[in-house]
């Protein structure tokens, strides 16, 4: 199959997974297993990622701006910077494309080839709305929370080796991550995460939804669902900040 | 009753389903039977409206299910229990939550009502005290029953099961054989069940459809399969040596 085939078959189950739902409280149920189990799971790894990529960006800020005209708090300014508009919301993103990307198409894709789909159809239940509209919301709830911990712990980690190194003042730091903020910047940091949120969560699930076979396609579908999100979240980025910040 | 006419299901350029015409009957356990491959699941799952089939009409008590959409077919739906050839029970979910996920989704039942309707279920099916276990922790001849059970809780009016006994040893597959026909009679459900088990096929096969080359070759009941001189008939079945004794014997 190629690209125009699989797009219109995406769109196609999109259709189908906004379609009016089967019944309130199964989906508030399943809406809460899945923010359980895809997002709380993922506040660990997103903490540990963003104060070591904090640090390391502000220590890189540090070496470029090595010229002693330039006052100390530019690193905590550009440290600010790199964070908010891109780290947090992009690198963070992939890093959850596939995290969460390659659990949803495997689980997804499990329960087509053991015909657990079949069954949830054959009850007359919308089974692509009952499958992935909880995991479409519950990402678009928990990953801009997760983003916005990245965020902190990222500035965070820049403080950290202020703190505990020569290398630059953490109270010059500190004055340069709280200099004339742009609330813009977290506006247009949150707009990104929703969308790579969206296609996280709907590539993947498309992944797992249509594969065929048995177990080893289901390992492809997962590999395919982390590559196909991280392509689109890529190229969705350059589209989206052209559009926010031009 | 569920009556099927001319049905015609391709994959490609896989004809699988030549134009089968036939019935099945209320209060019966119905068997269709026929070589691996020879498109038992495909018949069932269009029956079923898994597979859209490509011509024909699929009558549930004269309502032509082949023509609805996918919301009109869900008041029959709501009818049908459905075993899968794997069992298909929810991995995430224990036994009991299983059991319960239609009643959950169809029915306004209280927590209490839904786990008393379960555990007659599951009683029903002779498992105890499985309830908070996952399916992974049961054995298949369990899970099989589980997913029997699960079939059973709404009540259903057309039971179907896909090789029920497939995996599992002789005795085992016997118990589920028994189990499946006394619940087709006590709840006169329209029972459709695939196999390739000849055991199956004389124990419970009331009336018994085969299917050769995407048509159907023979309809008849166990008693009639042990008397007929139809080739298809005497090719599949009888190629077993303990069938022929078995048609010697009783001829
Ligand atoms: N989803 C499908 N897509 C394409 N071909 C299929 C599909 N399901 C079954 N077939 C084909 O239909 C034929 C009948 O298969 P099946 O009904 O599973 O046989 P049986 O259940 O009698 O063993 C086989 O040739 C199989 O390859
Ligand atoms: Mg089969």
């Given at each position: 199959?190629?690209?125009?085939?699989?797009?219109?078959?995406?769109?196609?189950?999109?259709?189908?997974?906004?379609?009016?739902?089967?019944?309130?409280?199964?989906?508030?149920?399943?809406?809460?297993?899945?923010?359980?189990?895809?997002?709380?799971?993922?506040?660990?790894?997103?903490?540990?990622?963003?104060?070591?990529?904090?640090?390391?960006?502000?220590?890189?800020?540090?070496?470029?701006?090595?010229?002693?005209?330039?006052?100390?708090?530019?690193?905590?300014?550009?440290?600010?910077?790199?964070?908010?508009?891109?780290?947090?919301?992009?690198?963070?993103?992939?890093?959850?494309?596939?995290?969460?990307?390659?659990?949803?198409?495997?689980?997804?894709?499990?329960?087509?080839?053991?015909?657990?789909?079949?069954?949830?159809?054959?009850?007359?239940?919308?089974?692509?709305?009952?499958?992935?509209?909880?995991?479409?919301?519950?990402?678009?709830?928990?990953?801009?929370?997760?983003?916005?911990?990245?965020?902190?712990?990222?500035?965070?980690?820049?403080?950290?080796?202020?703190?505990?190194?020569?290398?630059?003042?953490?109270?010059?730091?500190?004055?340069?991550?709280?200099?004339?903020?742009?609330?813009?910047?977290?506006?247009?940091?949150?707009?990104?995460?929703?969308?790579?949120?969206?296609?996280?969560?709907?590539?993947?699930?498309?992944?797992?939804?249509?594969?065929?076979?048995?177990?080893?396609?289901?390992?492809?579908?997962?590999?395919?669902?982390?590559?196909?999100?991280?392509?689109?979240?890529?190229?969705?980025?350059?589209?989206?900040?052209?559009?926010?910040?031009? | 009753?569920?009556?099927?006419?001319?049905?015609?299901?391709?994959?490609?350029?896989?004809?699988?389903?030549?134009?089968?015409?036939?019935?099945?009957?209320?209060?019966?356990?119905?068997?269709i039977i026929g070589q691996?491959?020879s498109g038992k699941?495909?018949?069932?799952?269009?029956?079923?409206?898994?597979?859209?089939?490509?011509?024909?009409?699929?009558?549930?008590?004269?309502?032509?299910?082949?023509?609805?959409?996918?919301?009109?077919?869900?008041?029959?739906?709501?009818?049908?229990?459905?075993?899968?050839?794997?069992?298909?029970?929810?991995?995430?979910?224990?036994?009991?939550?299983?059991?319960?996920?239609?009643?959950?989704?169809?029915?306004?039942?209280?927590?209490?009502?839904?786990?008393?309707?379960?555990?007659?279920?599951?009683?029903?099916?002779?498992?105890?005290?499985?309830?908070?276990?996952?399916?992974?922790?049961?054995?298949?001849?369990?899970?099989?029953?589980?997913?029997?059970?699960?079939?059973?809780?709404?009540?259903?009016?057309?039971?179907?099961?896909?090789?029920?006994?497939?995996?599992?040893?002789?005795?085992?597959?016997?118990?589920?054989?028994?189990?499946?026909?006394?619940?087709?009679?006590?709840?006169?459900?329209?029972?459709?069940?695939?196999?390739h088990?000849?055991?199956?096929?004389?124990?419970?096969?009331?009336?018994?459809?085969l299917i050769k080359?995407?048509?159907?070759?023979?309809?008849?009941?166990?008693?009639?399969?042990?008397?007929?001189?139809?080739?298809?008939?005497?090719?599949f079945?009888?190629?077993?040596?303990?069938?022929?004794?078995?048609?010697?014997?009783?001829?």
């Amino acid at each position: 199959m190629n690209l125009l085939t699989h797009t219109g078959r995406y769109f196609l189950m999109l259709g189908k997974v906004f379609r009016k739902p089967e019944k309130f409280s199964v989906y508030r149920d399943m809406f809460f297993r899945e923010v359980d189990l895809l997002g709380i799971s993922s506040f660990g790894i997103v903490v540990f990622v963003s104060v070591f990529v904090g640090a390391a960006v502000a220590v890189q800020a540090a070496f470029n701006i090595d010229d002693p005209l330039i006052p100390d708090f530019y690193i905590g300014l550009a440290t600010r910077a790199s964070i908010i508009l891109e780290f947090a919301p992009t690198m963070i993103s992939l890093i959850l494309a596939g995290k969460i990307g390659s659990n949803i198409a495997s689980n997804i894709g499990t329960m087509r080839v053991t015909e657990q789909i079949d069954a949830i159809e054959v009850m007359g239940i919308n089974s692509a709305s009952y499958l992935i509209l909880p995991k479409i919301l519950a990402l678009l709830f928990i990953n801009p929370l997760l983003i916005i911990f990245s965020m902190l712990f990222g500035i965070f980690g820049g403080w950290l080796v202020g703190e505990f190194t020569p290398i630059y003042s953490a109270v010059d730091y500190l004055s340069g991550v709280t200099m004339e903020f742009e609330d813009f910047h977290i506006i247009y940091a949150l707009i990104k995460t929703y969308f790579f949120a969206f296609v996280i969560a709907s590539v993947s699930a498309y992944q797992g939804y249509y594969t065929k076979g048995g177990a080893i396609e289901v390992g492809k579908s997962s590999t395919r669902a982390v590559v196909y999100s991280i392509i689109v979240i890529i190229v969705l980025n350059y589209i989206l900040t052209q559009l926010l910040l031009s | 009753m569920i009556r099927v006419e001319d049905i015609h299901k391709s994959f490609g350029d896989n004809h699988v389903l030549k134009g089968i015409t036939t019935s099945f009957e209320q209060g019966k356990t119905n068997l269709i039977i026929g070589q691996s491959g020879s498109g038992k699941t495909v018949f069932m799952k269009s029956l079923l409206g898994l597979h859209e089939v490509d011509s024909g009409q699929i009558f549930f008590d004269d309502r032509d299910f082949s023509k609805m959409s996918f919301d009109e077919r869900k008041d029959i739906r709501k009818e049908i229990g459905m075993v899968f050839q794997g069992s298909a029970l929810f991995d995430s979910l224990t036994i009991e939550e299983n059991v319960i996920f239609p009643l959950s989704m169809f029915t306004n039942d209280t927590i209490e009502q839904k786990r008393e309707r379960a555990n007659f279920c599951l009683q029903r099916v002779n498992l105890e005290n499985v309830n908070e276990r996952y399916p992974a922790e049961l054995s298949g001849g369990m899970q099989k029953r589980v997913a029997i059970a699960r079939a059973i809780a709404m009540n259903p009016k057309y039971l179907f099961l896909d090789e029920p006994n497939s995996g599992l040893d002789p005795k085992t597959a016997i118990v589920i054989d028994n189990l499946v026909q006394e619940l087709t009679k006590e709840y006169q459900m329209t029972t459709i069940v695939n196999t390739h088990d000849m055991n199956s096929v004389m124990e419970i096969g009331e009336n018994i459809i085969l299917i050769k080359e995407g048509l159907k070759a023979w309809q008849g009941s166990n008693d009639e399969l042990l008397s007929t001189n139809n080739p298809d008939i005497t090719d599949f079945i009888f190629s077993s040596k303990l069938f022929q004794r078995i048609r010697k014997a009783s001829n």
